[in-house]
């Protein structure tokens, strides 16, 4: 039987998603980290990570998942306990190779403490993408050259550690995620030139990278990003099957239904 677990919370419906479907859980969120959470959630501040570790261990907790939108909020050295005094150098050197290399060092950490690591997806595998995963129009021939170009882009930048998806019009890549996230690459899309389109309304792919350790950070839609998409001019949005997460998956298809754009999933 599997033991007690803990939702270290960020930002996002997707913390709440699992509070509900798991209410005996421990409820973590950092200082400084905005979380939908609320009531029964722990603060805790990131420089006091031995303090996380000893109240998980107190609450019987044996596995966690990380959940939510992670920003980086300051850290005070001044304020380092023991415990992020000894994982400091490794965590500074985890931050400059980029995102994924924290979010792994961070796993690493969690795990040598004697916690299982889980992913919201092997809580809750109704969220993920399933196969087949069709919403609204057919792509135009011109919109399934630019599926293949996105998913080929993506693949490309995977060693760079960048983002998780990309917007492609007429071949041409219109943008990137990065630090910044789908909704601002989406915004700033919105902005480009008709003239640059190459006559096509463009699509966009949001994939995991390669490689990349989906037991955190995996990659999620909600109705922001169906929102997103059709307000940049977007034909649709595709999705990798069974890597990426659905959240409220009902609003989502309401709004992909009302937006005239489509959402399909394909395996990458």
């Given at each position: 039987?599997?033991?007690?677990?803990?939702?270290?919370?960020?930002?996002?419906?997707?913390?709440?998603?699992?509070?509900?479907?798991?209410?005996?859980?421990?409820?973590?969120?950092?200082?400084?980290?905005?979380?939908?959470?609320?009531?029964?959630?722990?603060?805790?501040?990131?420089?006091?990570?031995?303090?996380?570790?000893?109240?998980?261990?107190?609450?019987?907790?044996?596995?966690?998942?990380?959940?939510?939108?992670?920003?980086?909020?300051?850290?005070?050295?001044?304020?380092?306990?023991?415990?992020?005094?000894?994982?400091?150098?490794?965590?500074?050197?985890?931050?400059?190779?980029?995102?994924?290399?924290?979010?792994?060092?961070?796993?690493?950490?969690?795990?040598?403490?004697?916690?299982?690591?889980?992913?919201?997806?092997?809580?809750?595998?109704?969220?993920?993408?399933?196969?087949?995963?069709?919403?609204?129009?057919?792509?135009?021939?011109?919109?399934?050259?630019?599926?293949?170009?996105?998913?080929?882009?993506?693949?490309?930048?995977?060693?760079?550690?960048?983002?998780?998806?990309?917007?492609?019009?007429?071949?041409?890549?219109?943008?990137?995620?990065?630090?910044?996230?789908?909704?601002?690459?989406?915004?700033?899309?919105?902005?480009?030139?008709?003239?640059?389109?190459?006559?096509?309304?463009?699509?966009?792919?949001?994939?995991?990278?390669?490689?990349?350790?989906?037991?955190?950070?995996?990659?999620?839609?909600?109705?922001?990003?169906?929102?997103?998409?059709?307000?940049?001019?977007?034909?649709?949005?595709?999705?990798?099957?069974g890597q990426v997460l659905v959240l409220e998956?009902?609003?989502?298809?309401?709004?992909?239904?009302?937006?005239?754009?489509?959402?399909?999933?394909?395996p990458v």
């Amino acid at each position: 039987m599997a033991g007690r677990l803990a939702i270290l919370a960020c930002g996002g419906a997707l913390p709440v998603r699992l509070a509900e479907a798991f209410p005996d859980a421990m409820q973590i969120t950092l200082d400084g980290i905005p979380s939908e959470l609320s009531g029964s959630s722990q603060s805790f501040q990131l420089e006091k990570f031995g303090a996380i570790f000893e109240s998980m261990r107190d609450a019987g907790i044996t596995r966690m998942v990380f959940a939510g939108d992670l920003t980086r909020p300051p850290l005070n050295p001044a304020q380092f306990d023991a415990t992020m005094m000894r994982l400091a150098p490794g965590l500074m050197q985890a931050v400059g190779k980029g995102d994924d290399a924290l979010l792994r060092f961070v796993i690493g950490v969690f795990e040598a403490e004697g916690f299982e690591v889980v992913g919201a997806h092997e809580l809750l595998p109704d969220l993920t993408a399933p196969a087949g995963l069709h919403l609204g129009p057919e792509p135009s021939r011109g919109d399934e050259a630019d599926i293949t170009r996105g998913l080929d882009i993506l693949d490309a930048i995977a060693p760079l550690d960048l983002g998780q998806g990309c917007a492609v019009a007429g071949g041409l890549c219109l943008g990137i995620e990065t630090i910044q996230g789908t909704d601002a690459n989406l915004r700033y899309i919105a902005t480009t030139p008709e003239p640059l389109k190459r006559g096509q309304r463009g699509v966009y792919v949001k994939a995991p990278k390669r490689g990349q350790d989906l037991r955190i950070d995996m990659p999620a839609i909600g109705v922001r990003t169906i929102e997103g998409v059709a307000n940049a001019g977007l034909a649709g949005l595709v999705v990798a099957q069974g890597q990426v997460l659905v959240l409220e998956p009902e609003a989502v298809k309401a709004a992909v239904e009302q937006s005239g754009i489509f959402l399909i999933s394909r395996p990458v």
